[in-house]
């Protein structure tokens, strides 16, 4: 019997699906273990070979835990909602149900062929009302709760309520916005109810405030920072400006400071620790406010140099700030107005990556400096951020590179702060002196400086230590149909949420998915979409990452219809010990799910502060794209000729991406080629050796560069089976690696060979009952032990490379042997579970799948040698080798090796002189 793939792997894919054999045990004696993948959004493309890699890599690991006698939870689904559907449904008029519908069933069926042991018991889809049902039912929860910073976590909106109706604001240190009201408790109670709710959103943890945002009027919604490229929208190639609007944020920041400290509890990749940090970006400054006499107020700026206030200049605010208009004289107007047109159309990240180019406007105003009361020209530039800090900075020429750029492009006045040139970014704190322009601050060191002039602020009230955070308040709002609603409806323009029982809150049908003539989002569009027939529902839907910031929660308990996932599966479970997914993630997806974990962590929902333990970022697997080079003739016109790779420096010719799928080891099919494309039939080749070579590149897996390689085609032609190992041979998972389909049959022929342990020259199933050898023994534990190591430090690619020496060795020995080979096929079948089904089944064990059997035990004695074969040398002159046992002494090896005929005629008759002998190495006759 031959190895066939194609009928052995569809009947163990069915056997799996039919008897549910991954299906986990929501409590178990055994120790739990849960893997994870960063569940994909089905597009209509299907899967390309470079998807499957990180879930190759993490079904490897959960087949080697069940054998090491783990309970593991390997589940998989779908982040179904998503602004790809909803273009598709505005092109077509189809429903972004059906085609997201459509996509998952091609997904599925592709991951099926791979042979991935998810329990798809467990399947979640975002956009499926049962399950946005808990994300709405979790923004409620955030709604209804507030940060309070005495008890460092989220509480209840109850508790704040009660506090304000007994002492009023006193003493209240919550995560709030700037401009919240002081009062007594009477006075709260004797707040009408529109003016408590105005001011309990201030505080709750999911409000509402008005945002800069990346507008997109093409796609009508805000767009995320990394969803703009160059001032377009990735999708598309629309134009985004920035535009305020009112929207839902959530307060991220009150967690900053715990999800640095919870990166200290995380095994994950160094480079990602160090993107969320930098993110995060916490900072130790100053708040300072520069008093604008005119307007009766202040322009407050955050800085971590207060110490260099008497190097500043000039204030710079962000084009967006809310004072720029009123702060704006009439001879600036038009300046001013050209200006903050022009910064619109730039997004936040290519603010803050231009560091070379200079622009501002003066608004014509001035501040008063806060110490010395002299007057402060007011500008805007944007490499001011409204959302980053204040909106707006203290102008330093001499202490900062960007203001110093800023000051010497407009002229405006440079004051030395120091004795030194500049104070550098990190001052030397011993040093004394520094400071000049100041009686109070002459001879302080740099901690010294910092202190007096804090002090002196606030002795003065314009100013206070602080600590600041680079990350900002997280949008919540996109202004789309295909995602999910916000259960909100508005009465007197304030928010309020629907009850508990009225969830979920289903999308409403519409005529179109497009916003309103007048502006509105797609729900606009709803007939009599009302809450009570009366209250106007939130028109806006939740932002892709909703659905994403708790699935893990569902798929431990995916049918509960009373909670997002019951105490007792949250308890067992806990968090996710293995997560695998790209790093691409590192401050969209991974931000905001340690966000919501550590909210419900707060409220008593679980008891974990951090929800993925171990993570892991696998490489992309790139594109080998070929090309063949078409022939150019008279005038540069391109003929229907084509030059071979190695004589295409001969002619004039110009290089064309060429179906990847029609290229043999770089050797084109030249029929496939001309049937390929119309134009194409009536080509003519110039060969080289009777064959036309495609050259090569290495670039991004792209159907423009035609080099996906669809995982189906190789799964036909070579088994789900090579292609697992293949991609795990292909290099270290976490690096990123060329597809080349030229390597893949050399995978298939391991296979070929693994069956033919089991089987003799007619194809007959055959192992022996005999005892193994010492050779065969060692060979297995050689694997046993190398799999096991490299499967625990995910080293799968080393894995690959030691299965086939030990089936070489094997084969070799001409071992059959029942006791090598059930084992052997235990450790592979993580690698390649079909064959090793199959295999188990022939080898009698009808228990079951061959995925519950157990890992075997390491003997390191196996591995102990006890012969050596000595390289034998006369006089310096290697000669032979002489198998000898290692545990001989000097004397016994000096008897057996001059009493061996082979050493005699070596020696040649002439008397010994002299025998070295190092134990395990040489051996050395002197004669």
Known sequence: MEYNHKSLEK???????????????????????????????????????????????????????????????????????????????????????????????????????????????????????????????????????????????AELIDTLISRFEKTGSERI????????????????????????????????????????????????????????????????????????????????????????????????????VEMQRNWIGKSVGALVKFPVPQLETNIEVFTTRVDTIFGVSFVVLAPEHELVSKLTTADQQAAVTAYIDKTSKKSELDRMSDTK??????????????????????????????????????????????????AKHFDLPIIQISDSQQIEEEADPNKEGKYINSDFMNGLNYQEGVTAVIAKLEAIQLGKAKINYRMRDAIFGRQRYWGEPVPVYFKNGLPYLIKEEELPLLLPEVDKYLPTETGEPPLGRAE????????????????????????????????????????????????????????????????YSRFWNKFLKDLGFHNEEEPFKKLINQGMIQGRSNFVYRLLGDEGKATDTYVSYGLKDQYNTIPLHVDVNIVVNDVLNLEKFKASRPDYAAAEFILEDGKYVCGTEVEKMSKSKFNVVNPDDIIEAYGADTLRLYEMFLGPLEQAKPWNTNGIEGVYKFLKKVWRLFHDAEGNFNVSDVEPTKAEYKALHKIIKKAEDDIERFSF?????????????????????????????????????????????????????????????????????????????????????????????????????????????????????????????IINIVV
């Not at 109670?189 to 505080?203: I, N, S, V």
Request: hydrophobic share 40%.
């Open 11 to 153: 009947k163990w894919q069915k056997f799996w699906a039919d008897h549910e054999t991954f299906k986990s045990a929501d409590t178990h004696e055994k120790p739990k273990y849960y893997v994870l993948d960063m569940f994909p959004y089905p597009s209509g493309a299907g899967l390309h070979v470079g998807h499957p890699l990180g879930y190759i890599a993490s079904d490897i690991f959960s087949r080697y835990k069940r054998l090491k006698g783990f309970n593991v939870l390997h589940p998989m689904g779908y982040d179904s909602f998503g602004l790809p559907a909803e273009q598709y449904a505005i092109q077509t008029g189809q429903h972004p149900a059906i085609t997201t519908e459509a996509n998952i069933n091609r997904y599925r069926e592709q991951l099926d062929n791979i042979g991935f042991s998810f329990d798809w018991s467990r399947e979640v889809r975002t956009s499926e009302p049962s399950y946005y049902k808990w994300s709405q039912w979790i923004f409620m929860q955030l709604f209804n709760s507030w940060y309070n910073n005495d008890s460092d976590k």
């Open 173 to 272: 240190n919550a995560v709030s916005d700037d401009d919240v009201l002081t009062f007594t408790g009477a006075e709260w109670l004797a707040f009408d109810e529109e003016k408590q709710q105005r001011e309990l959103l201030k505080y709750r943890i999911a409000y509402l405030r008005e945002s800069t945002v990346n507008w997109c009027a093409a796609l009508g919604t805000v767009l995320a920072n990394d969803e703009v490229i160059n001032g377009f929208s990735e999708r598309g190639g629309h134009p985004v400006e920035q535009k305020k609007m009112m929207q839902w944020s959530m307060r991220i920041t009150a967690y900053a400071d715990r999800m640095l400290q919870g990166l200290e509890l995380v095994d994950w990749p160094e480079p990602l």
């Open 357 to 406: 180019t200079v622009s501002g406007a003066f608004t014509g105003s001035y501040a008063k400096h806060p110490i010395t009361g002299e007057d402060v020209a007011i500008w805007i530039a944007d490499y001011v951020l409204a959302s980053y800090g204040t909106g707006a900075v203290m102008a330093v020429p001499s202490g900062d590179q960007r203001d110093y750029l800023f």
């Open 528 to 591: 009599n979409w009302k809450y009570e027939d009366q209250y106007e529902y939130e028109l806006s839907t939740m932002p892709g990452w909703a659905g994403s910031s708790w699935y893990w929660f569902r798929y431990m308990d995916p049918q509960n219809a009373e909670a997002f996932a019951s105490k007792e599966a949250v308890d067992y479970w806990k968090a996710v010990d293995l997560y695998i997914g790209g790093s691409e993630h590192a401050t969209g997806h991974l931000l």
């Open 797 to 921: 690619n080393t894995s690959v490379s030691a299965f086939m020496i030990c089936v070489n060795e094997l084969t070799d020995l001409k071992c059959n042997k029942r006791a090598i080979l059930e084992q052997l096929v235990v450790v592979l079948q993580p690698y390649a579970p079909h064959i090793s089904e199959e295999l188990w089944s022939l080898l009698g064990k009808e228990a079951g799948s061959i995925s519950y059997a157990t890992y075997p035990t390491f003997i390191a004695d196996y591995l102990v040698e006890s012969e050596f074969a000595y390289p034998v040398s006369i006089n310096g002159k290697m000669k032979m080798n002489l198998l000898l046992a290692l545990d001989l002494d000097a004397k016994a090896v000096e008897e057996v090796v001059l009493s061996n005929e082979d050493v005699q005629r070596y020696m040649d008759g002439k008397a010994l002189k002299k025998l070295i002998f190092v134990k395990g190495k």
